[in-house]
């Protein structure tokens, strides 16, 4: 709920207005949800600051006000809500301002708008207390004026039209008119005229606690007033007209000492120079109040006794006075007390709204946090979800591929194999067929070597040499050989040149057949033109290998 006001603007301008130059307002706008910045400044007072306004968005703005007289400079803090926005934005906005108050620290007031048409300088003046009211006035307290205003009103005599024409003099201290020219002094003659009691306003009511209260001997000691009001019209004075007197007339000699003829009238000039007591501050401005004129007929007859302050008419009088004005003095404190007390129940109220108000706030916002949070978990759960049935069918697309690649290169597979399978069965009756022209060749070949090994009778010397590789079963070596074969054996020589001495001999009754590789010896079968010699004895059997088939059976 906080609002951001470090927009490096707010303070220079803000302190520019309450420092007395040129600018005299300003106007924060928002820039996000929660940060505000400067947006206007000027010269102009509220008329520019209106101007500046847009009737569909939030606007807070501080103004300086000053009285005509240029003594004091008042601020009020400016807040412009458009009934356009929407509740949510309102409570924000009534929550901000007061941030922005605790910022703008020199405000008097503050001043809430809805719309632009009310955004006027009387209204910002008189949320200041400053529409009726001269602006140089130092704290006079505006009940205590409209107070003495209708107390002015009800008691002032309404002055006759002889009164009215009554030129305006001066009254001298004394309460006697000044000394004229010695002509006019000599042209007047002495008239016997009886004294005429000067009407008092009602004391000022005391404030509670004020030093200013005057005592109860004070209040007994005054003259009494007038008890009936006078039925004709009550004269109203203005500021600004000049001042209402009547001439006065000479004095009895034996009613000067009176109390009340000896009280001097005085002249109120200014709200300043009035007394504190309410008798003479609560009449206007420019007003005096002297002794009315006796008329003619009254001088020619003996002025009727004057009431002292032991008669009890008088005594009576007063404590009646002193009654009612000590009871209209509780009424108005009473009435303060209860404007106070309604002021003080309607700022309490208004706080508890704003409270209450806040605290909506905050529970819309802390419901709407937890709905986007809700909304947002619930988001990603579909995102997730969404991402793995994405992932899911790439698995099934993929492992579709997989088994279709793996079916295909199965039955590539199985074609090769069947394909070798073919071959390998060709080849393998190829090499059947080979190896039956082999072995038919080689059961031939052994035939004639058996024809060969098996002399015919009568048969004597070499029947059949050349040359042989052989191993001996026991070595483990091949050696190349010379050999001889006749009926009774074969001889073995190192070579056709070398036959001096047999390097071994076989004889044939020891040999027991000839064999090839694949009658048990295997290890025959990569080496071509081989054989083997068995024994009939227990000695392992020699290998043999020719050159050439020719050369296994003859040469």
């Known amino acids: ?32 949800r929660d940060k505000l ?102 704290g006079t ?83 009494p007033p007038t008890p009936p009001k006078p039925t004709s019209p009550r004269l109203k004075t203005r500021p600004g007209l000049p001042p209402i007197t009547t001439q006065p007339t000479p004095i009895a000699p034996q009613l000067q000492n009176h109390p009340e003829v000896r009280a001097p009238a005085r002249r109120v000039t200014s709200e300043s120079q009035a007394p504190r007591f309410p008798t003479e501050r609560m009449m206007s401005p420019n007003v005096v109040v002297t002794p009315r004129s006796v008329s003619s007929s009254a001088n020619l007859r003996s002025p009727p006794p004057e009431p002292t302050d032991d008669d009890p008419g008088v005594q009576r009088r007063r404590r009646e006075f002193l009654r009612s004005f000590t009871r209209q003095v509780e ?36 419901e709407a946090e937890r709905k986007q949070r809700r909304a947002e978990k619930a988001r990603r759960e579909q995102e997730r979800r969404e991402a793995e ?52 060749a080689q059961r031939a070949f052994m035939t004639q070597i058996k024809k060969q090994f098996i002399p015919s009778p009568g048969t004597t010397g070499v029947i059949l040499d050349g040359y042989v590789t052989v191993q001996v079963y026991e070595s483990g070596v091949w050696k190349r050989r010379y050999f001889e074969l006749t009926p009774a054996s074969i001889r073995f020589y190192k070579s056709e040149t070398d036959r001096g001495g047999p390097l071994s001999e076989v004889l044939m009754k020891d040999v027991g057949s000839l064999k090839e590789w694949n009658e048990g010896y295997e290890e025959l079968e990569t080496i071509a033109h081989s054989f083997a010699l068995c024994f009939k004895d227990d000695r392992r059997p020699w290998l043999f290998f020719a050159d050439t088939a020719a050369n296994k059976v003859s040469r």
């Open 1 to 32: 709920m906080s609002v951001d006001l470090s927009n490096e603007d707010i303070q220079p301008a803000y302190d520019s207005i309450i420092r007395g130059s040129q600018n005299n307002w300003l106007l924060l706008k928002y820039a996000t």
């Open 37 to 138: 910045y400067l947006c206007g400044l000027g010269v102009g007072g509220v008329i520019e600051l209106r101007n500046n306004l847009d009737p569909e968005d939030v606007f807070f703005g501080f103004v300086r006000e000053d009285d005509t007289k240029g003594r004091r400079s008042h601020y009020a803090l400016v807040t412009f809500v458009p009934e356009v926005v929407s509740g949510v934005r309102r409570a924000r906005a009534l929550v901000h301002s007061r941030a922005v108050g605790s910022l703008f620290k020199a405000h008097e007031a503050t001043v809430q708008f809805s719309s632009i048409s009310q955004v006027t300088s009387e209204n910002v003046r008189r949320k200041l207390n400053l529409e009726n009211l001269p602006h140089d006035t130092s």
């Open 141 to 223: 307290n505006v009940a205590e004026q409209a107070i003495s205003k209708r107390y002015t009103e009800d008691t002032l005599p309404t002055p006759t039209s002889a009164e009215r024409a009554t030129p305006i003099s001066p009254i001298s201290p004394t309460g006697r008119p000044p000394i004229q020219q010695s002509q006019q002094r000599a042209e007047s003659p002495p008239q016997q005229m009886a004294p005429s009691r000067m009407q008092t306003p009602p004391p000022k009511s005391p404030r509670r606690g004020s030093s200013d209260r005057p005592s109860s001997a004070t209040v007994l000691d005054a003259p």
């Open 331 to 366: 009424l108005e404190n009473l009435k303060a007390e209860e404007e106070a007390a309604q002021i003080a129940r309607i700022e309490r109220e208004r706080r508890q709204k704003e409270e209450l108000m806040a605290e909506q706030l905050k529970k819309e916002q802390e």
């Open 389 to 440: 049935e994405r992932e899911r069918i790439e698995m099934e697309k993929m492992k579709a591929e997989e088994r279709q690649r793996r079916l295909l290169a199965a039955r590539r597979a199985e074609e090769r194999r069947t394909i070798v399978r073919r071959k390998s069965e060709i080849a393998q009756l190829q090499e059947q067929e080979r190896r039956a022209l082999k072995l038919e």
